[in-house]
């Protein structure tokens, strides 16, 4: 007792503590020899002492070796009043003094802990297994289901315990059930994985005879000299319908495209030549006939000739909107400030209209054809519709977050809050095309450029103010960087 490592006491059948080795003082916190003639419930929690000395007396009717308390939580007390889980193995000690019994003490405080981990490992497993939304099928080395959780058995059809011993090859149609054992026979022969650790997408069978494809992944673990495979499943039926339906948009898109591009080929050529015919005619009847027309039929060839050109300009503007997105130029880094002052000079606006650009505008890589398409007509409007004696236009940016924010803002007439929307839209205008020569096309082909780069557009207007057109375009995608002390 003395060299044992375990905590060991003997008592006699009063229950009276004889001897206790050094393992006992560490264990309980008493000093040995305070323990000698003490009850030995004195290393037991106070409520369960009582129950103890009969207990004890009925172990002296039918003295043999066995574990205390067989299928109970018993507990130890310490001197400083703590409790502790222990196991306790008794054993009859017959001598000259009469019969006495050993108890062996172990602490299993750990094992408690470690089966208490256990537990709520396993707990956990449970509720991730039984709420996962993928079906989870576990199998053996030879292909029998041993689990099959929730959302496999609404899958599938089957209950648990339906597909429990049954090779996992009841779950496939052919000839992916035929092919299945022999699989899995060559990978354990050989180790040659296919499906294992790598996944790839297969077809199901329900119990209703239905297939449906799936994803499949499968990882194998061991337990022991055991081996044991769980399959996550997939049921991809929306996602491979999804996929039917965006091939087919792809392909109704790319008749559209085909056909865009049929229009714009004979917008360009069969519409545009006669009305360059056109156009020509009416120029000489203006030049040569002139002295032959009166006040009114001046004013009808005015109309005319005015009509024919605005014409030619919404089929140019048709053709560079169809454009957009179709046709694609190679993205550059533009620099800003001079491709706004080249707008600028290009659109030369009249000496009583001021146009600034308040502070340095960033380098940006983009095509440069459609930047230069945003700032020609936001500035070409502002020129445009400008109807105070000193025009004032100011182009702007500031970087806010992953954004740049541009702006071209004037004192013209401003614009009423419900035609925000509309002046984006195709061939919308607001002031009457005899009086101001527009085709509706510029704002939606703004809108169209800087949304096709993620960007959006906006105004914000005061009647009689003028109006502040924003659009932004992202710093990362485009490549764009600053112009950091640039003037």
Same mark, same amino acid.
């Given at each position: 007792?003395?060299?044992?490592?375990?905590?060991?006491?003997?008592?006699?059948?009063?229950?009276?503590?004889?001897?206790?080795?050094?393992?006992?003082?560490?264990?309980?916190?008493?000093?040995?020899?305070?323990?000698?003639?003490?009850?030995?419930?004195?290393?037991?929690?106070?409520?369960?002492?009582?129950?103890?000395?009969?207990?004890?007396?009925?172990?002296?009717?039918?003295?043999?070796?066995?574990?205390?308390?067989?299928?109970?939580?018993?507990?130890?007390?310490?001197?400083?009043?703590?409790?502790?889980?222990?196991?306790?193995?008794?054993?009859?000690?017959?001598?000259?003094?009469?019969?006495?019994?050993?108890?062996?003490?172990?602490?299993?405080?750990?094992?408690?802990?470690?089966?208490?981990?256990?537990?709520?490992?396993?707990?956990?497993?449970?509720?991730? @297994?039984?709420?996962?939304?993928?079906?989870?099928?576990?199998?053996?080395?030879?292909? !029998?289901?041993?689990?099959?959780?929730?959302?496999?058995?609404?899958?599938?059809?089957?209950?648990?315990?339906?597909?429990?011993?049954?090779?996992?090859?009841?779950?496939?149609?052919?000839?992916?059930?035929?092919?299945?054992?022999?699989?899995?026979?060559?990978?354990?022969? #050989?180790?040659?994985?296919?499906?294992?650790?790598?996944?790839?997408?297969?077809?199901?069978?329900?119990?209703?005879?239905?297939? @449906?494809?799936?994803?499949?992944?499968? $990882?194998?673990?061991?337990?022991?000299?055991?081996?044991?495979?769980? $399959?996550?499943?997939?049921?991809?039926?929306?996602?491979?319908?999804?996929?039917?339906?965006?091939?087919?948009?792809?392909?109704?898109?790319?008749?559209?495209?085909?056909?865009?591009?049929?229009?714009?080929?004979?917008?360009?050529?069969?519409?545009?030549?006669?009305?360059?015919?056109?156009?020509?005619?009416?120029?000489?009847?203006?030049?040569?006939?002139?002295?032959?027309?009166?006040?009114?039929?001046?004013?009808?060839?005015?109309?005319?000739?005015?009509?024919?050109?605005?014409?030619?300009?919404?089929?140019?503007?048709?053709?560079?909107?169809?454009?957009?997105?179709?046709?694609?130029?190679?993205?550059?880094?533009?620099?800003?400030?001079?491709?706004?002052?080249?707008?600028?000079?290009?659109?030369?606006?009249?000496?009583?209209?001021?146009?600034?650009?308040?502070?340095?505008?960033?380098?940006?890589?983009?095509?440069?054809?459609?930047?230069?398409?945003?700032?020609?007509?936001?500035?070409?409007?502002? !020129?445009?519709?400008?109807?105070?004696?000193?025009?004032?236009?100011?182009?702007?940016?500031?970087?806010?977050?992953?954004?740049?924010?541009?702006?071209?803002?004037?004192?013209?007439?401003?614009?009423?809050?419900?035609?925000?929307?509309?002046?984006?839209?195709?061939?919308?205008?607001?002031?009457?095309?005899?009086?101001?020569?527009?085709?509706?096309?510029?704002?939606?082909?703004?809108?169209?450029?800087?949304?096709?780069?993620?960007?959006?557009?906006?105004?914000?207007?005061?009647?009689?103010?003028?109006?502040?057109?924003?659009? #932004?375009?992202?710093?990362?995608?485009?490549?764009?960087?600053?112009?950091?002390?640039?003037?």
């Amino acid at each position: 007792m003395e060299s044992a490592t375990d905590a060991m006491i003997i008592t006699d059948r009063e229950g009276l503590i004889i001897l206790a080795n050094p393992p006992v003082e560490r264990l309980f916190g008493y000093p040995r020899q305070e323990l000698i003639g003490k009850p030995m419930e004195i290393l037991l929690p106070e409520r369960f002492r009582q129950a103890h000395g009969s207990q004890r007396m009925g172990y002296f009717t039918q003295p043999r070796a066995r574990g205390m308390g067989t299928g109970m939580d018993l507990l130890g007390q310490r001197q400083d009043g703590s409790e502790f889980p222990v196991d306790v193995s008794l054993s009859p000690l017959k001598t000259e003094q009469g019969l006495l019994v050993m108890a062996t003490i172990h602490d299993i405080t750990r094992r408690r802990q470690a089966e208490e981990a256990l537990r709520e490992s396993d707990a956990r497993m449970r509720a991730i @297994f039984d709420t996962a939304v993928d079906g989870i099928v576990t199998i053996d080395e030879h292909g !029998i289901i041993e689990r099959f959780n929730p959302a496999a058995e609404r899958m599938f059809g089957y209950s648990e315990a339906k597909v429990a011993g049954n090779n996992v090859s009841m779950l496939m149609p052919s000839p992916y059930r035929e092919a299945h054992d022999g699989y899995l026979a060559h990978y354990l022969q #050989t180790g040659e994985k296919k499906i294992i650790g790598i996944g790839r997408e297969v077809v199901g069978l329900r119990k209703d005879g239905t297939t @449906f494809p799936m994803d499949l992944a499968v $990882g194998e673990t061991r337990l022991g000299e055991r081996r044991m495979f769980a $399959g996550t499943v997939r049921d991809i039926s929306e996602r491979k319908r999804a996929e039917e339906q965006r091939a087919l948009l792809v392909h109704e898109l790319e008749s559209a495209n085909e056909e865009l591009k049929n229009f714009a080929y004979v917008v360009s050529h069969d519409l545009k030549a006669p009305l360059r015919a056109i156009g020509s005619l009416a120029d000489w009847l203006s030049a040569d006939y002139a002295d032959k027309f009166d006040a009114e039929g001046k004013e009808h060839m005015r109309l005319l000739v005015s009509r024919v050109r605005r014409m030619d300009s919404l089929i140019d503007g048709i053709l560079l909107y169809s454009r957009v997105g179709r046709v694609k130029e190679t993205a550059l880094p533009v620099d800003l400030d001079r491709l706004v002052h080249e707008v600028i000079d290009l659109l030369a606006p009249s000496p009583n209209i001021a146009v600034t650009i308040e502070n340095p505008l960033p380098t940006i890589v983009i095509e440069p054809t459609r930047i230069q398409q945003v700032f020609q007509n936001l500035l070409s409007n502002a !020129i445009k519709y400008l109807d105070k004696p000193d025009g004032k236009i100011r182009v702007g940016c500031a970087a806010e977050g992953s954004e740049w924010k541009f702006s071209v803002a004037d004192n013209g007439p401003g614009i009423e809050e419900r035609h925000f929307e509309r002046i984006f839209q195709l061939f919308q205008t607001l002031t009457p095309r005899d009086k101001v020569e527009s085709t509706g096309v510029g704002l939606s082909l703004v809108k169209k450029i800087v949304e096709m780069y993620g960007g959006r557009v906006w105004v914000e207007s005061s009647m009689g103010e003028g109006s502040t057109f924003f659009f #932004t375009l992202p710093r990362t995608k485009t490549g764009i960087r600053s112009n950091k002390g640039k003037t």
